[in-house]
């Protein structure tokens, strides 16, 4: 039973999203996590660079 669910969903985004919709939420989501990412490691960085003029 369960997998004929998510072969219905697999089916009916298949046929309600275009190709370009679908690679537009791709990437869109894939920007989203690549802003966090490089926001995280200068927070990363400046909070090591902080910590080493303290010492």
């Known amino acids: 039973m369960k997998k004929w669910s998510l072969y219905s969903i697999t089916m009916l985004s298949l ?14 989501a894939g920007m989203w996590w690549g802003i966090i990412v490089v926001v995280a490691v ?6 090591l660079f902080s910590r080493g003029r303290n010492s």
Do not use: N
Request: proline letters at 0%.
């Open 42 to 47: 200068i927070a990363v960085i400046l909070w």
């Open 15 to 28: 046929l309600t999203l275009t190709s370009c919709e679908a690679v537009e939420t791709i990437f869109k």
